[in-house]
Structures are given as structure tokens and as C-alpha cells.
């Protein structure tokens, strides 16, 4: 099992860049005072605000990263960022296959498989989401549609390749509905055999995250589970306090 647990920031489409900015500094100003033995915290702030992010975090132990990448390394394609250019920005980390990539924007499996090798390429981190949805729950075939996407998502990188995979059903992100931790753990615990069936030395490398609805309510109960090993936290992320409540939350469990 990983040393460390990893908490993630997704803003996705808030936040200008003035606003990022007061946060990390905000947050790079109360991280002094905080034990550096918690969870590695990855903050995911807009393309636009991913520099100054950065640049305003780069003193303390926080990291950032982007909330998706296109491929290839650079060509006429308008409108595209590659993981080199990413990279470059100084994150470390990148979402891949987000559900809200999949289901806005039309991310299939092949797809999302071909974005985390070029995240590994481009030396990033791909923090890989995985989920089902409401009717495929309904269906039970949440086992089946979570084993698909993590083997499709990892059958292109290499074994030493650093990886995450959230654990975010779809009908839970964003609806204040939480699955029972106990079932979130039990995915979890499906996510790590089948990762490490094709990647056999991430065994004591790969970070299981859940991701949805994640509050202060509720954190203490996923940190409990043995197969988690972080959250990937959307809207209780926007506020710096409740951010570091969910760090502390976890940290308090964990220790």
C-alpha cells in the first residue's frame, strides 16, 4: 500500500486568475503552520491560472496540475495543449477522463487510455477517473464498467509509470448523493487487482482516490477505508478553509 495519501483539488470552470492567485497564496501562507506529514495535496485550478497557481505555490509542498490534456507534443492544432506544454506551466499532475470529459465532451475508453500514456510521456502524473453510471448501478454492472475502464485506461504505459485512479461514479458527482464508503472501498479494492494485474510494480506505488461529494461531513469515513487512499474533491475544494478541513480531516484518521 502507497507511504502517503494524495488529496485533489479539481476547480474545473471557476475561479479567475485573481482569484486563484489570493487562494494559493492564501494557502502556501496557512500550509506553514501545518504538520508536513499529511496527505500530498495537487491543486487543479483553470488552464489560464495554471502558471500563476504555480508560481505562487512553489515554496511550499503543494503541487498542481492541469484538469485535462490533448495529444501529441505541438502541431497545427488549434485550440490544443499537450502535456509538454502543461509540463512546462509547472504541473505535475493531470485529470484524465473525467466524467465530465466523458459525457460532455465524448472521451471513450480509447481515448482516455491514449491521453494517460501521453500524460506519462510528457512526465506528468495521470490522476485516471473510473465510475459508473446510475442506470449501470442499477444494473450491477459496476464491476464490470470500472474493470473495463482501468484496463483500458492503463494497457498503454509502462510498469514503472506513476499513476492515480479515482473512483468517482457518475451519480454522485455534484449531487450531494454519497455512495456508502464501505462499497467505495470495495471498488477500490477491485481498482487495485485489476491495475495490478497489468502493472504489477505499482503494488505498493498506486493511489486510490474517491471522488463525489466529498464534504467535511463525510471525510473521516473514506479516510477510514483501507483501500482509499485520498480523495479527488470538486466543489468543497473552492474554499481554502474547507479545503484544509478535508487535509485535516483525512490527516486526523490517517495518523
Known amino acids: 500500500m502507497p507511504e502517503r495519501s494524495l488529496m485533489a483539488a479539481n476547480w474545473k470552470m471557476y475561479k479567475t486568475v485573481g482569484e486563484s492567485a489570493a487562494y494559493a497564496k492564501e494557502l502556501a501562507r496557512r500550509m506553514e503552520s501545518l504538520s508536513q506529514e499529511g496527505p500530498e495535496q495537487v ?22 496540475g492541469a484538469q485535462s490534456l490533448d495529444l501529441g507534443l505541438e502541431g497545427a492544432n488549434t485550440g490544443a495543449v499537450s502535456g509538454y506544454l ?24 480509447a481515448l482516455v487510455a491514449h491521453k494517460a500514456a501521453a500524460a506519462a510521456e510528457s512526465h506528468l502524473i495521470p490522476i485516471i477517473c473510473v465510475g459508473e453510471t446510475e442506470l449501470q448501478r442499477k444494473a450491477e454492472e459496476t464491476d464490470q464498467v470500472v474493470r473495463r475502464q482501468v484496463t483500458r485506461a492503463l494497457e498503454n504505459l509502462a510498469d514503472s509509470t506513476a499513476v492515480v485512479v479515482a473512483y468517482e461514479p457518475l451519480w454522485a458527482i455534484g449531487t450531494g448523493v454519497v455512495p456508502d464508503p464501505v462499497e467505495a ?21 498506486l493511489r486510490i482516490l474517491y471522488g463525489g461529494s466529498v464534504n467535511r461531513g463525510n ?15 470538486g466543489g468543497a475544494s473552492l474554499d481554502v478553509g474547507h479545503w484544509l478541513d478535508l487535509i485535516q480531516g483525512w490527516q486526523e484518521v490517517r495518523r
Open 43 to 64: 491543486i487543479c485550478p483553470t488552464l489560464p491560472a495554471l502558471y500563476t497557481v504555480g508560481r505562487a505555490l512553489s515554496q511550499s509542498s503543494v503541487k498542481v
Open 86 to 109: 502543461i509540463r512546462e506551466a509547472g504541473a505535475s499532475y493531470v485529470i484524465v477522463g473525467h466524467s465530465e470529459r466523458r459525457q460532455l465532451y465524448g472521451e471513450d475508453d
Open 185 to 205: 472501498n470495495r471498488v477500490a479494492e477491485l481498482i487495485r487487482d485489476a491495475a495490478e494485474k497489468l502493472l504489477p510494480e505499482t503494488t505498493n506505488s
Open 219 to 233: 471525510i473521516r469515513d473514506f479516510a477510514r477505508q483501507p483501500h482509499l487512499d485520498g480523495a479527488l474533491v
